[in-house]
């Protein structure tokens, strides 16, 4: 079964400090690896990664992905207060040839962030 | 606005009832998918259409069944409720099933409430 599983599950950091957010992924036929931002009701996306070691960045945050270890990390730097979220890694895998790929989400990184 | 919209917001009903929720596409999205997200279980797969069809299916149960209309509108029926089935039900839309996926754009849930 395809899992995805983050690291740490809870964060609380001072505004300005930056943070690391893992994903690792046991998945069968890898197509991409997607970041999402949760905060109260809808997650929001952040990155699409389907390349390993090419950087993709937004602003504070920046995603790379490494298809051979099986990880990805988000990075934030100099966190702001509206940084805080639940933020969801997910991994598109294809199970058998014909079918649509699927979407499996980890848990979750809740990441505070306090003045 | 993810362009996603989810009716109805709230829904509190007993058990062993029947309800439907329902999800209209953003504009152009053929493909609709239904997650479900509870406090222990984060965002769960529950099924796939894309174009009125059925390409993918998660954890769904038997008492749950869904479709996708040809205006590409969609609905969740859950039947026999129980108290475990109380969590946001998550409708998401993206604009097409390449080989790597799509990002999924989320509605903002609706959240059952089985007493």
């Known amino acids: 079964e395809d899992k995805v599983v983050q690291s740490p599950l809870s964060l609380v950091v001072h505004e300005g400090d930056t943070v690391t957010l893992n994903c690792s992924y046991e998945?069968?036929?890898?197509?991409?690896l997607l970041w999402y931002k949760q905060e109260k009701k809808a997650p929001t996306f952040l990155f699409m990664l389907?390349?390993?070691?090419i950087e993709k960045k937004s602003g504070r945050l920046s995603s790379i992905l490494d298809k051979k270890e099986l990880f990805s990390i988000l990075n934030i730097t100099a966190t702001q207060t509206g940084d805080s979220a639940i933020y969801l890694c997910?991994?598109?895998?294809?199970?058998?040839?014909?079918?649509?790929?699927?979407?499996?989400f980890g848990t979750g990184t809740r990441l505070q962030v306090t003045l | 606005d993810s362009g996603v919209t989810q009716t109805p917001k709230h829904l509190i009903t007993a058990t062993g009832q029947r309800v439907t929720l329902r999800c209209s596409p953003r504009?152009?999205?053929?493909?609709v998918y239904w997650y479900q997200q509870s406090l222990d279980q984060g965002l769960q797969f529950l099924i796939h259409?894309?174009?009125?069809?059925?390409?993918a299916k998660g954890n769904i149960l038997e008492r749950f069944s869904a479709q996708q209309f040809p205006d590409l509108h969609s609905e969740l029926n859950l039947s026999s409720l129980e108290l475990g089935d109380s969590a946001l039900y998550f409708c998401?839309?993206?604009?097409?099933?390449?080989?790597?996926?799509?990002?999924?754009?989320f509605g903002n849930g609706t959240r059952l409430t089985v007493t």
């Open positions: 389907t390349s390993s070691g």
């Open positions: 259409y894309y174009n009125g069809e059925e390409r």
């Open positions: 504009s152009g999205d053929l493909s």
């Open positions: 998945v069968t036929n890898f197509r991409s």
């Open positions: 997910a991994v598109f895998s294809k199970n058998r040839p014909g079918t649509a790929s699927k979407l499996t």
């Open positions: 998401a839309s993206s604009a097409w099933t390449g080989a790597e996926g799509s990002p999924l754009h």
